[in-house]
């Protein structure tokens, strides 16, 4: 069945430092998503990814969307403590009525 | 309306008791869909609503679980027998067309 990996698990990060997750499937996605869930908190959407090579820029955070549609990136530079949560990606199933999250990378920013 | 709602926020039971917990979706949203999420894990599919009718169903959702949305607004989820295994964050999301807006979620324990 369609699967959804992202490395690493965990990151810790000094504050300041650029962290990066990455986000791979077993087939091609028609879009990515991007979700931040906070600790203790709910996963909030960050972006959508639809177009091969795509890449979105959100201030300090860059998202890609991979030549073939079957990974995808996100990459935050320069950490602060307020990018501390687990960051999710998401990939549309066959029938597109719902998503397969990642197991998401969780993110830990050291002042 | 600003958000999803969802209730209770907490809800301890006793093995083998019935749930049922409420989601009030976005009121212009058509979609609903109920997601569960264990510790470390991403959110995991349970099933989805376009409007009142009820489209698609995970093998997660064992005939112990049924959900409804009887007026295409809020929904329902109940677990009838409730087991130790059940315990997880159940979250609620509603959209109208690309992303997902999560409710805070209803946490479930289950003793």
């Known amino acids: 069945g369609q699967q959804v990996m992202q490395i690493p698990q965990y990151q810790h990060v000094q504050e300041g430092e650029d962290f990066t997750t990455y986000c791979n499937s077993s087939?091609?996605?028609?879009?990515i998503q991007w979700y931040k869930q906070r600790p203790g908190g709910h996963p909030v959407f960050l972006i959508q990814?639809?177009?091969?090579?795509e890449v979105k820029k959100q201030k300090r955070l860059t998202f890609q969307f991979g030549e073939a549609k079957k990974n995808s990136s996100l990459h935050i530079t320069a950490t602060q403590t307020t990018d501390v949560g687990t960051y999710f990606c998401a990939g549309p199933t066959n029938t597109g009525n719902q998503f397969y999250f990642g197991t998401g990378t969780s993110l830990t920013v050291i002042p | 309306d600003t958000g999803v709602s969802q209730n209770p926020r907490h809800k301890i039971t006793k093995r083998g008791q019935n749930v049922t917990f409420r989601c009030d979706p976005i009121?212009?949203?058509?979609?609903l869909y109920w997601y569960r999420q264990t510790l470390g894990q991403g959110p995991e599919f349970l099933t989805y609503f376009q409007n009142e009718a009820q489209l698609e169903k995970s093998r997660l959702l064992s005939d112990r679980f049924s959900a409804e949305r009887p007026k295409g607004s809020f929904s329902t989820l109940e677990i009838q027998r409730t087991e130790q295994g059940d315990s997880a964050m159940y979250l609620c999301a509603s959209s109208l067309s690309r992303d997902y807006t999560f409710g805070s979620g209803t946490r479930l324990t289950v003793v």
């Open positions: 009121s212009e949203h058509n979609r």
């Open positions: 087939t091609t996605l028609s879009n």
């Open positions: 990814l639809v177009k091969s090579g």
